[in-house]
Structures are given as C-alpha cells and as structure tokens.
C-alpha cells in the first residue's frame, strides 16, 4: 500500500515551499507530503488519490485563499476524504470562521499564523492528530477476520471485545458474505452458529472465550508480578487515571479489567464535555490514549481478567483473579463502576445481544443501516446513542418514562434530537414486551398515562434505564450503601464511640477510602459520586493521593 498522503493547500509560493519543505523533513518517512497552489488543485488532486484508494491522512489548508476559501475547501473534501483529519491555517483575523468550522465541518484544529517554530507550534498538533488517524484508520484489510452469523449473541459479543481493546478485525457476515464459506472451508470447521476467528496466521479459533482471544492477540492476561504497590480494580476512567498516576509517580501497579479499557465511557459514540477537546471526543479515542499513556508510564495492565475476590492479611490486600490466581498489594483501588440495570419483560432474555442491546450503540449502528430501531432512556447515554444511530437507521423511536426530556438529558442532545427529522421522542412510554423468534421482530410499546399497548415492527432495541454497582464480591468486607455502591471518607457508618467499626488506624479514613485501610473507591462505583468521566478521572487522580499517605504511614 502507498503511504498516507499530506496534503498542503495554501497560494503563496513562498509559505507553500516553506510548509511542505518543513512537514517532509518532519514526517517524510511514513507518509507522501503533496502541496496544492489552490482549492481547485487540491480537489483535482484528492480525487485521483482516491481512485487509487491511496489514503488521505491530514489536510493542511490556508484559509485566505482568491476563488475558494479553506473552510470552503475543507466543506467541499467531507464526502471524498471523511476519515481525513483538518487542520486550517488562520491570520489572527479568521478566529471566528474557524471557531465556527469546528461545529460546521468537523475542522479538527486550526493554527495561528506565523507557525514557526515547528517543532512547538506545527508538529506537536499534527503528530497528535495523525496518531488519532492512524488508530482508526483501516488499511486494504490483512488482519483478523471474524466469520458469523448477524443475529449470533456471542458474535455480537466478540465484535465489542474486539473494537473495545482496539483490535482491527474485519466483519464477515455468513449470510450474505462468500468469503465465510471459504474460510470456514480453509478452516476445515461446520460453522454451525459459532463464530470463527482467522488470525493472519493462518491460525483460526471457533467459539473462543475472550481470554482464549487476548491470548491470541498478545493482550496480557496474567500479572508479572505476584506482588504491587497498588493494585486497581476496573479500567474506566477511574481506574485509567488511577493508574497513570500511579506509575507515574512511581507505584508498582496493576490494572485489572474484565472485558475492555474504557468502561462505560468507551461505549460513548461521542463525548462534548471532557475539558480540553472542543470538537468532542469519542470514549473509544479517549480509552486508547489513556491506555497508551497508562503502559508508557509503567503500568502493567491484565485484560479479560475477572476480580472476584477480596482479602486481607495483614497490611497486605489480596486480590483473587477469575483464574484463581492471587496477587499480592499493599492498596487496592476500586473503580469497577456500574453496570447496565435488566430490562425484565416478556420475551427479552433471548434475544439480548441478538437485536437487544445494553449499552452497544457504537458497535451495532452500522447495522442497523436503513432499520427501525428503538432506544429505551431519558439519560444523556440514550440521547447520545439516539443521536449516533440516527446517522445509520431508518428511523429511531426514543422511549422516555418521565413526562420531560430535558429533565435528564443535556439541552445540546435535546438540541440535536429535535433537529434529526428521523427521531421520534415518546414522553411517558415504556416496553411492555418484546418478540420475535430468531431476532428482534417487533415491541411492544406501552403509554404510561393511558396504559394502552401497541406492537411495533422493530429490529433492534438499545437500553439505556440505568446501571446498578457489581460489588457483590466485595460484600462483608466493604462497607456498601443500600444499592451496593461502595461507602467512603466521612460517609462511613460509625459506631456509638464515633470510630469506623473495625478501623485500626490512628487516622481517620481519607476522603476515598472504604471502612478498611488501604482500600479506596472511585468513580461511578463510589457512593455519592458524581457519575461523569472527568469526576471519574479526578477521583482516580486523588486516590493515587491517598494511598500515598497510606503507604508512607505504614
Ligand atoms: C453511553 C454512555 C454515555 C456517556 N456519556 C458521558 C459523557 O458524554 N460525559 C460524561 O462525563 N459522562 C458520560 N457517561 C458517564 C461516564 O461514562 C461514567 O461516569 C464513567 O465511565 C465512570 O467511570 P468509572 O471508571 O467510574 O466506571 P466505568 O466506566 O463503569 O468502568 C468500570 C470498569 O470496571 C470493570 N469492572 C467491573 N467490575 C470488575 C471486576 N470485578 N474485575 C475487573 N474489572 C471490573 C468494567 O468492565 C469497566 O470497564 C456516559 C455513560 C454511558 C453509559
């Protein structure tokens, strides 16, 4: 494949030679920097670059330009080059165009001339966005193929755990694709309903277990160490943040995670109010740079690995591991969140995860390309959702209980719910029940003033109703609230001598800490939190704090 083309577009001779002569030196190794005089050039030059599927990485474009303008350019590139990142060279002048581009065009920067030096004021910004690129982007497929059936739960499965630890795979859909028959072929296996994976290898897995896959994969599953400084249960937000801190300063650590960094967050199609990303961010992106700054400070992180068991000998926690494994820490942070409440109506349990989903918008909305699909939710995770499968479905039917939208969700999702003419928001409205026999065929819709039902023709149902703390197997040791979330700080029960029953410190328990020393919570699976990724991120932050202290008073 030839390599990924930068495309410089600006009309003075001399910046234009100064730009590309600069980005060749800089980037010239991995990608073709190619420079265009005009936007009509420029256009000329994107389409015959796609005729030969050669990709697009960046584009680099003035925006005071005779004829076309860069934002106008840019406008004109979204169809031919979507993945492209776009970056507008600005005179102090165009602020406001290129603010405005941001919502207008998905312009990914813009950048204040004069950009000298580079190496601070040009590269830095262009590196970010060409890693962001790269992680998405998918080269003439020669990776992992996953061969199954459409409506196979356990398919539905492997597709999240694949896309959620940023593993490129490439879809083979055994009913209407005819490379699936020669690969189950070549594989010598009868499909049956089971999925296949094919590794580039050669090599193939029928119905593999996740941790079967991140064996495969070279995703770690086992700790290096049979003891840690600190140990951190749950790799969302809070727990990334948690260990980015702790490696950083210089804790041995060790994330666990049971499915995929990222936690809820990486189910988000889009996040617009995470600090410092004004054109929004999608949970994916985020998980991943967490992760890589995560590993490059040191942290070690297991994934496909279950926590399933708490305890404590002496000033040594001992966390047990779903393979019966232990490992050995002198503080543990819990940051395993929440998880999605059940739908309990008829019919439902088979079909979840075959046209039911908890949670799976992201992975699901291109199929459901052109299909009635239904999401259940007043919270601003069913908005997003309605929202990301509004591009791809035919039409989306929002199904709020509450009388109001706007008393659960952030008025820029109502905003963009009421501007998609394909969504319909039905206030006061539940499911009753669903039906269908080898897939989501229809819903029944139930109005909660009047009690009527009506069945709809549906093909997939996406639930957004709430999440619940798994924290079943902490129970006995951690103090718990009423619905299980973890108790900490000065929330803690105490006894009639006004101490934490059990508590042997001289101190009082910190902020984040639980009823036992050395234990701490945060994020969404603490009691009284906030549940929003930048609180989860502070609270991860602070914990690392914390057990500092602890260590240091052992
Ligand atoms: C669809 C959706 C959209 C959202 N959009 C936004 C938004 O735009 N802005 C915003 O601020 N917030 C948003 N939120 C809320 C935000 O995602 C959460 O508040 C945040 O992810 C909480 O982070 P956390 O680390 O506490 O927990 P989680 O994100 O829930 O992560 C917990 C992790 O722990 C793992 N885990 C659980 N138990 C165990 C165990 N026993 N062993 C090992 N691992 C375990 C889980 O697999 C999970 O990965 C959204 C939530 C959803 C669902």
């Not at 042997?504 to 020393?517: G, I």
């Not at 969404?524 to 202290?549: L, P």
């Amino acid at each position: 494949m030839a390599d990924p083309v930068i495309l410089v577009v600006d009309d003075e001779p001399a910046v234009l030679r100064a730009v590309e002569r600069e980005l060749r030196g800089h980037f010239g190794a991995e990608y073709t920097v190619v420079a265009a005089d005009s936007g009509a050039t420029a256009l000329d030059i994107i389409r015959r670059l796609a005729l030969r599927e050669t990709p697009i990485a960046l584009l680099l474009v003035d925006q005071r330009m005779p004829r076309m303008t860069g934002v106008e350019l840019l406008a004109a590139t979204l169809d031919l080059v979507p993945d492209a990142r776009r970056v507008l060279l600005t005179a102090y002048a165009d602020t406001d165009a290129a603010i405005r581009a941001i919502n207008e065009i998905h312009l990914d920067q813009y950048l204040l001339k004069p950009w000298e030096p580079p190496e601070e004021r040009l590269f830095p910004v262009l590196d970010d966005l060409l890693s962001d690129w790269r992680a998405t982007f998918r080269p003439p497929f020669e990776g992992i193929r996953l061969v199954g059936h459409r409506w196979s739960a356990r398919a539905h499965e492997i597709k999240d755990y694949l896309a959620r630890n940023l593993v490129p795979y490439r879809w083979v859909d055994v009913e209407s694709d005819a490379e699936a028959a020669r690969l189950a072929g070549a594989a010598g296996v009868d499909l049956g309903r089971d999925p296949l994976l094919v590794f580039p290898d050669g090599s193939h897995l029928l119905d593999p277990s996740n941790s079967a896959i991140a064996e495969k994969v070279g995703l770690r599953t086992r700790p290096g160490l049979r003891s840690y400084d600190l140990v951190i249960v749950g790799g969302g937000p809070a727990g990334l943040a948690a260990a980015v801190y702790g490696a950083s300063e210089g804790l041995r650590t060790l994330l666990v995670e049971r499915e995929a960094p990222g936690g809820q967050a990486g189910t988000t199609s889009r996040i617009e109010n995470y600090l410092g990303f004004p054109s929004g961010l999608s949970g994916a992106d985020l998980a991943r740079r967490a992760v890589a700054q995560a590993s490059r400070l040191g942290a070690e992180l297991l994934t496909a690995r279950d926590a399933t068991a708490l305890r404590l000998e002496d000033r040594y926690r001992l966390v047990t591991l779903d393979d019966g494994s232990e490992v050995s820490c002198e503080a543990v942070i819990v940051a395993t969140g929440v998880q999605y409440r059940r739908l309990e109506v008829e019919g439902i349990e088979p079909l979840v995860g075959i046209g039911v989903f908890y949670g799976a918008a992201i992975t699901e909305a291109l199929a459901c390309r052109g299909q009635r699909v239904a999401v259940v939710g007043g919270g601003n995770s069913a908005g997003q959702a309605a929202v990301h499968l509004a591009q791809f479905a035919a039409d989306v039917t929002l199904l709020v209980r509450g009388g109001s939208i706007e008393a659960g969700m952030s008025a820029y999702l109502v905003d963009q719910l009421r501007a998609r003419p394909n969504v319909t928001i039905r206030l006061r409205a539940g499911v009753a029940a669903v039906g269908g026999t080898n897939s989501l065929e229809s819903i029944t819709i139930e109005e909660g003033a009047s009690g009527t039902r009506e069945e709809h023709p549906m093909d997939a149902l996406f639930l957004f109703i709430g999440a619940l703390p798994r924290t079943e197997w902490l129970a006995g040791i951690l103090e718990r609230d009423g619905a299980g979330f973890l108790v900490t700080g000065s929330a803690l029960a105490r006894a009639s001598d006004g101490r934490v029953p059990g508590w042997q410190l001289a101190r009082e328990p910190f902020l984040l800490e639980t009823n036992v020393a050395g234990i701490f919570a945060a994020g969404d699976v603490r009691s009284r939190s906030v549940k929003r990724i930048a609180s989860g991120v502070g609270e991860g932050s602070m914990a690392v704090q914390f057990v500092h202290q602890h260590l240091a008073g052992l």
